[in-house]
Every structure is written in structure tokens, then in C-alpha cells.
């Protein structure tokens, strides 16, 4: 816990084996209170190894996306109760240890999500992102910004935080099962009037993290302008997206806890860990 608010730690996996001990060794387990892994029907052993290392663990029988496998995330977070919802990716591309940096952000009252900026203070090139896909983020966050009317540094990291208000406030159900899902919740959030606080975090690009290709980057930044597009004229009333379409104050507080999974997921079982 962090000033008495009870943090959990999400990880979307998917054929994370070579790297989860790595990132889960480096997790402050002295302020975690759980650390959840959905696993989107991975073909490495990735399951046995999060239930060796203690996770909560959740797999789906069929390969949902990266967005939906978020969903299962925030849903399995807020049923334990979690105050604080931080997501670390499995891969080791994002560094664990600002867990407690950016959960304090909100645990102390300052914002309502935090983001871990791969662009702050840092050479992103130097560190080993590819120079596409820095020239690709600057030109799509500059549009965002002009779009959204924000001045985030980013908004395609895969290292952020929100409180359960925030989090159970919006209808992140409604969003894409795929990548874009990251810039959709994020839409929600500034809809809903969310303090955006920003954390520099130095990332590693190497062979074992994950990274979607050349076809699918291209896809993603065209769901970015989409979505950009969206909340532009769904805020002057020219278009209705059903997604954007929310009033926070109308939307279901944070659920009671509930340890039973959705009847579409499989929590795995102890005894079957080792066969997965």
C-alpha cells in the first residue's frame, strides 16, 4: 500500500516467458499489494512460470488482443479492490521500478493517471528506439495534442497508472480489442476531466521485448488519427462516438470484490499449472 491505498499491478502477456522473472524480480513487492498477469493464450510457458512466481494468474483459451486482454486486466483489478491499477509490460521494455514513483502520483491526490514518457527528459534513439518509430510518435502526439488539447509528452507508452475512481468511471468495454485501445482510454480520461501526470522512463528495445511490425504500426497510427478525429468532433457535437458518449457521474462505481473470473476467462489452477 501506498498512503493507505491499496496498489495492483497489471501485466497484459503474451509470450512473455523469457522475460517475466526479470520484470516481476523488479517490482517493489513492499507497496504491491497484488500483481495480476493475463495471459492472451500465449504457446510459450508463460502461465506455469507466473504461477510459480506467485501471480494472479488469468489466461484466455483464445488470443483476444492487446486491448482485450487489457480489459481482463482492469476488470480482475478492481474486483480485488485495488486503489491503484499500474500496468507493467511483461517484456521488460518499460522499467518496473517506477511502479512506486507513479503510484504515488495518484496515492498522494496529485493526478488521477499517470503516464511513464519514453520521451522525457531521455535520447529515445540512443536508447535503442528505432528512429521510424520516434519520427512516427512525435508527428502523432503533436497531432493528438493539437486535437485533444493536451500537452503530453506522449501518449503510445505502455506504462501508465490510474486510480479505481478514474478507471471504474469509464467504459473502457466499449474501446478496440486491439493496439489502439491505449490512445481510446486515454480519450476517455481527458473526456472524463482526468489529471494527466507525466513520469520520464527509460525503456530498452532489445530482441525478447515485444513490438508489433511495420503493417501494424501503420494500422495503429491511422486508429491514433481515428481516435484523435473522434473526440474532436464528438466534443463539438458533429459526431457521436459511442465510446466518448459517457458521463462519468452516471457511470458504476468500483464493484465489490469478486474473485470469480468472467465466464470466458480460466483462472488457472495450481494443479494445472505445470500441464498449461
Request: net charge negative; with cysteine; glycine share 6%.
Amino acid at each position: 500500500m501506498i498512503n493507505a491505498n491499496r496498489v495492483a499491478v497489471i501485466m497484459p502477456a503474451y509470450n512473455a516467458e523469457v522475460t517475466l522473472a526479470r520484470t516481476v524480480s523488479e517490482l517493489d513487492r513492499s507497496v504491491i499489494d497484488d500483481i495480476v498477469l493475463v495471459d492472451d493464450a500465449s504457446t510459450d510457458q508463460t502461465v506455469p512460470l507466473a504461477r510459480k512466481l506467485g501471480l494472479d494468474t488469468i489466461r484466455h483459451e483464445v488470443n483476444k488482443g492487446y486491448g482485450g486482454n487489457q480489459k481482463t486486466c482492469y476488470r480482475r483489478a478492481l474486483e480485488l479492490g485495488a486503489d491503484i491499477i499500474v500496468m507493467v509490460h511483461p517484456d521488460y521494455q518499460y522499467s518496473p521500478r517506477l511502479v512506486p514513483a507513479m503510484a504515488s502520483m495518484i496515492a498522494y491526490g496529485e493526478y488521477d493517471m499517470a503516464l511513464g514518457s519514453r520521451i522525457l527528459a531521455q535520447n529515445s534513439i540512443a536508447r535503442g528506439m528505432p528512429a521510424y518509430k520516434y519520427v512516427s510518435n512525435r508527428f502523432l502526439t503533436l497531432t493528438e495534442n493539437i486535437l485533444l488539447g493536451q500537452k503530453l509528452s506522449e501518449y503510445h507508452t505502455g506504462l501508465r497508472a490510474f486510480s479505481s475512481e478514474l478507471l471504474s468511471a469509464l467504459p473502457f468495454e466499449r474501446n478496440s480489442d486491439d493496439f489502439v485501445f491505449d490512445n481510446q482510454i486515454i480519450a476517455q480520461a481527458i473526456t472524463a476531466g482526468a489529471r494527466i501526470g507525466e513520469v520520464s522512463c527509460p525503456t530498452r528495445y532489445m530482441e525478447e521485448a515485444s513490438s508489433i511490425n511495420l503493417r501494424r504500426s501503420v494500422k495503429y497510427g491511422f486508429g491514433v488519427l481515428g481516435t484523435s478525429a473522434d473526440y474532436w468532433l464528438h466534443r463539438r457535437g458533429l459526431r457521436r462516438c459511442q465510446y466518448l458518449d459517457f458521463n462519468p457521474k452516471d457511470m458504476p462505481g468500483r464493484p465489490e470484490r469478486d474473485n470469480a473470473p468472467a465466464a470466458d476467462e480460466v483462472t488457472v489452477p495450481e494443479s494445472a499449472a505445470g500441464s498449461a
